[in-house]
Structures are given as structure tokens and as C-alpha cells.
């Protein structure tokens, strides 16, 4: 199978040595030239399969992910031990993961919410964040970005951050009930939330997880974005907004060795 077009962002995590990253899309191409659905599900038989396979493919010579269990909260889980095994973890409730072990991959799955690396190239820490509605509501960055300087001892200013593929401001309708976290999180961030005539409002996740992040310590010029909707482009992404049952993508940081 050829390697499928995964995303390197335009960040300054790509300059990064000591940090492999990325993020799924949908589908690959095979060697007879058609296409086949690169989908991470929990419960999928393929996989197991599209895990190693997509690993190998970004040159992590390696055949699992550590993936805890999303939960959509602010949990965030910390991959310490050396001996642990990605079974082990599967089931532990939590919507961020963060490690200094090298050579151990570290991941996320989504098909909407809002995937973000974290990594701080000094003490050589790296994080990955599921923020959907209730996560970014309960400030999941700034939870993960606490936890990596109370375990290792980081400092927000030394952490970059990317945030991958997610439904964007343009697609996320949701309903007054759902607003209300925002407003009072955000008083001054009349950008965040766009009325419509319906009584609904447009929500802008990827701006509040930055909101959220820059409120964590983290430097504005240190965080970015890959500037995809996954609803708009859901022949390269499963958007669950759009489809209903979907599968899902993987986001997958590694420590190289130092």
C-alpha cells in the first residue's frame, strides 16, 4: 500500500526532531490503485491492521498506539511506566494522554472533535488531547497542560501545540443550551459564538481550545492549526456531524530517543 496523504502540519512542531507526529485521513491508496478506508474504530477487525500499518507508514517502526478510553471529560491520563502495554490502558477513562517515554506512541481518535499534539522540545514531554464540545467546555488543555507541569515540570511558555483536522465554526451548529459554558468562559469572546435567526449558534472550537491554551501559558506564536473542517471535507475526513455512524481518525505523537 502506498502511503496514505497524512497530514504534516505547517507548525512549529514539523521542525521538531525529537517529536514524530500526525494525523489520519480517511482512506489510502492500495498497491492495485484503489482505495481503502483507513478507519481506527474501536470494535473495527481492520484495525489492528490500520494501526501498524499507518505507524510504519509515518516511519514509527512500531505495531500499537497507546489509546485510553475518551470519555469526553478533562481526565488526563500519564504513560509513565515503560512496561506498560497498550492493553492495559485501553480501558482507563480519560480525553488526554501524556508521556516522556520515548519510542512509545500515544494517540487519540476523533471524527469531529478536535485533536491537538503538545510537545515541549526542552524537557522533551509530549501530550495528545481529544477536545470535543464538553472537553473544551471543561478546559481539557489547560488540564493537560497543568499535568505536564506538575509530573515533569514544564513550562507552558517552552510548549508548542497543534491543533489537527476538526469541525470548524463554519459547520458546528448547536443549540442555546450548549452555548451557555462559552459565554461565561469567554465574556470578551463575542467571536466564539454566532447567533442565527433559527435561535442556534455557531460554535468555534478551534478558537477556544486556543483561547484555552494561550489561558494555560502557552505563547499565541506557538500554537497552530491545520486549518481543516472535517465536515466540509468528508471525502478526506469522517465527520460524524455529517455521516452519523463513521469511523474514525487517529492522531498519533512519538518521543524519538535522545
Same mark, same amino acid.
Given at each position: 500500500?502506498?502511503?496514505?496523504?497524512?497530514?504534516?502540519?505547517?507548525?512549529?512542531? $514539523?521542525?521538531?526532531?525529537?517529536?514524530? &507526529?500526525?494525523?489520519?485521513?480517511?482512506?489510502?491508496?492500495?498497491?492495485?490503485?484503489?482505495?481503502?478506508?483507513?478507519?481506527?474504530?474501536? =470494535?473495527?477487525?481492520?484495525?489492528?491492521?490500520?494501526? $501498524?500499518?499507518?505507524?510504519?507508514?509515518?516511519?514509527?517502526?512500531?505495531?500499537?498506539?497507546?489509546?485510553?478510553?475518551?470519555?469526553?471529560?478533562?481526565?488526563?491520563?500519564?504513560?509513565?511506566?515503560?512496561?506498560?502495554?497498550?492493553?492495559?490502558?485501553?480501558?482507563?477513562?480519560?480525553?488526554?494522554?501524556?508521556?516522556?517515554?520515548?519510542?512509545?506512541?500515544?494517540?487519540?481518535?476523533?471524527?469531529?472533535?478536535?485533536?491537538?499534539?503538545?510537545?515541549?522540545?526542552?524537557? &522533551?514531554?509530549?501530550?495528545?488531547? &481529544?477536545?470535543?464540545? $464538553?472537553?473544551?467546555?471543561?478546559? #481539557?488543555?489547560? $488540564?493537560?497542560?497543568?499535568?505536564?507541569?506538575?509530573?515533569?515540570?514544564?513550562?507552558?511558555?517552552?510548549?508548542?501545540?497543534?491543533?489537527?483536522? =476538526?469541525?470548524?465554526?463554519?459547520?458546528?451548529?448547536?443549540?442555546?443550551?450548549?452555548?451557555?459554558?462559552?459565554?461565561?468562559?469567554?465574556?470578551?469572546?463575542?467571536?466564539?459564538?454566532?447567533?442565527?435567526?433559527?435561535?442556534?449558534?455557531?460554535?468555534?472550537?478551534?478558537?477556544?481550545?486556543?483561547?484555552?491554551?494561550?489561558?494555560?501559558?502557552?505563547?499565541?506564536?506557538?500554537?497552530?492549526?491545520?486549518?481543516?473542517?472535517?465536515?466540509?471535507?468528508?471525502?478526506?475526513?469522517?465527520?460524524?456531524?455529517?455521516?452519523?455512524?463513521?469511523?474514525?481518525?487517529?492522531? #498519533?505523537?512519538?518521543?524519538?530517543?535522545?
Amino acid at each position: 500500500m502506498k502511503p496514505p496523504p497524512h497530514l504534516h502540519p505547517i507548525s512549529p512542531l $514539523k521542525s521538531q526532531p525529537g517529536l514524530a &507526529h500526525a494525523f489520519s485521513p480517511r482512506s489510502h491508496e492500495l498497491k492495485d490503485g484503489t482505495t481503502g478506508v483507513l478507519d481506527f474504530s474501536t =470494535g473495527n477487525p481492520s484495525t489492528r491492521s490500520n494501526i $501498524k500499518w499507518f505507524l510504519q507508514s509515518i516511519g514509527m517502526n512500531k505495531e500499537e498506539v497507546f489509546l485510553v478510553r475518551q470519555v469526553h471529560g478533562d481526565a488526563v491520563y500519564d504513560l509513565k511506566s515503560a512496561s506498560a502495554s497498550s492493553a492495559r490502558i485501553a480501558d482507563t477513562p480519560a480525553d488526554a494522554i501524556v508521556t516522556r517515554l520515548a519510542g512509545r506512541p500515544i494517540g487519540v481518535l476523533t471524527a469531529d472533535c478536535i485533536p491537538i499534539v503538545v510537545y515541549d522540545p526542552r524537557l &522533551h514531554v509530549t501530550g495528545v488531547i &481529544h477536545a470535543g464540545r $464538553k472537553g473544551t467546555a471543561l478546559k #481539557v488543555i489547560s $488540564k493537560t497542560i497543568l499535568a505536564m507541569q506538575n509530573l515533569y515540570g514544564c513550562d507552558p511558555r517552552d510548549i508548542l501545540a497543534e491543533m489537527g483536522p =476538526g469541525i470548524d465554526v463554519c459547520c458546528y451548529e448547536v443549540g442555546a443550551d450548549c452555548i451557555e459554558p462559552f459565554k461565561k468562559l469567554y465574556p470578551d469572546r463575542a467571536g466564539l459564538i454566532k447567533p442565527l435567526p433559527s435561535g442556534k449558534f455557531m460554535l468555534d472550537l478551534f478558537s477556544a481550545n486556543r483561547e484555552d491554551a494561550i489561558t494555560a501559558g502557552i505563547e499565541p506564536e506557538n500554537i497552530s492549526k491545520t486549518g481543516v473542517c472535517t465536515f466540509c471535507e468528508v471525502e478526506r475526513f469522517f465527520s460524524y456531524r455529517r455521516e452519523g455512524t463513521t469511523g474514525r481518525m487517529l492522531t #498519533v505523537a512519538m518521543l524519538s530517543p535522545r
